[in-house]
């Protein structure tokens, strides 16, 4: 029997609080001219005080959860990916888990930075594939904003704060079409220095804050977007007219289009949301996801590829029909 992975709901959240790059230019020498040209970016949201990862997570979650129409006891697993988890331990998950009253089932967190999602989906569909789960809740959630230096006018004028989830199911293939197609995974740490953080837990005993080399991470994501998107398509017999939406990871408008070009893909059906969130990392899949669901763009049975890379530098691709 064929089980196929499927995204059964969608949900998102951002929180209230929104800094457009007119309040940057009060805080660091930059303006809306250079931000928006080189990057697409024109406002990003971000926590105000008492809000963490997990309070968004779990309103992305719980929107989630309804969309799929499924119920809290349904759910046999949560996996969160984030780079800004409010604890050391323990993990996002697990405040998920007990926020939406969920099971004593299966909650932790993967750490991939802006390839988490596509890093937590596959980790998902493994699950499902091999029995272990029958819906897993699947999250990328993050706030960039609080391992930002506000005096670094190289970084902290490109993140944003949110969530995005989806509920994935395990369907029988028989009778279902839709699901995960493959996922493409990939980590190369000799890269490690280009885009990481000044200090960490063991190391300094903080969380450290962003340092970029952003020309070497542009130029190494154009070249690795398109070379994981060309692999999707093309070992499954597809080609990029056969796509409905790229929903590409929301970094930069520049990396976006290049990697839109060389699959000869018309920017219409690229999901782009760059221009009102800013890079939130691990969330900007599953949030660019979410609104073009809620807006009616992406329609169940379209082919959907995901694609993101991010520090480490680890890059992937989950191709799936919707
Ligand atoms: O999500 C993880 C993956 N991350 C990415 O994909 C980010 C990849 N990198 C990028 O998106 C781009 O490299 C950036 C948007 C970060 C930078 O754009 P760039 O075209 O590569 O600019 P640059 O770093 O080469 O800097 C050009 C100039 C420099 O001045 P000089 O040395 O030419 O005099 C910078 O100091 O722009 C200056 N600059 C700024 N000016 C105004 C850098 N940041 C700013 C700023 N405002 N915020």
């Known amino acids: 029997m064929t089980i196929k992975s499927v995204i059964q709901g969608t949900g998102s959240y951002l929180p209230s609080k929104i800094l457009t790059n007119a309040d940057l230019e009060k805080i660091v020498d930059t303006s809306d001219e250079w931000i928006f040209q080189r990057t697409g970016i024109r406002q990003r949201h971000v926590v105000s005080e008492g809000e963490t990862t997990s309070t968004l997570a779990i309103e992305a979650a719980r929107r989630a959860l309804e969309a799929s129409g499924l119920n809290a006891e349904d759910i046999d697993g949560v996996i969160v990916a984030t780079t800004t988890p409010d ?12 926020a939406l009253g969920l099971p004593a089932n299966m909650a932790f967190d993967i750490q991939a930075v802006c390839t988490g999602f ?29 391992i930002l230096d506000w005096t670094d006018r190289t970084t902290c004028v490109l993140f944003g704060d949110g969530a995005g989830a ?30 990481c953080t000044s200090g960490g837990v063991s190391k300094t005993q903080d969380a450290g804050m962003i340092e970029m080399q952003g020309r070497d991470v542009f130029k190494y994501a154009v070249k690795l977007m398109h070379d994981v998107v060309d692999e999707s398509l ?11 939406w790229l929903v590409p990871h929301q970094a930069n408008v520049r990396i976006i289009s290049a990697t839109a070009d060389k699959l000869g893909l018309p920017m219409e059906k690229v999901v ?13 899949i599953p949030l660019a996801l979410d609104q073009a669901v809620r807006a009616g763009q992406i329609q169940r049975n379209q082919l959907i590829l995901l694609e ?3 520090g480490g530098l680890t890059w992937g691709a989950t191709l799936l029909r919707f």
């Open 272 to 284: 782009m949301t760059v221009s009102k969130h800013g890079n939130t990392s691990a969330a900007s």
């Open 87 to 98: 604890l050391t331990f323990p993990s996002v998950a697990v405040h998920v888990q007990e």
């Open 118 to 146: 596509v890093y937590a989906i596959s980790t998902a569909h493994s699950f499902l594939q091999t029995g272990q789960a029958k819906n897993i809740l699947v999250i990328g959630a993050e706030t960039m904003s609080r």
């Open 234 to 244: 093309s070992e499954n017999g597809y080609t990029g007219a056969d796509l409905d």
């Open 308 to 310: 993101a890379l991010g």
């Open 166 to 195: 989806v509920v994935l199911s395990a369907v029988e293939g028989e009778k279902e079409d839709r699901g995960i197609i493959s996922t493409h995974l990939y980590a190369d740490g000799r890269k490690k220095g280009i885009l």
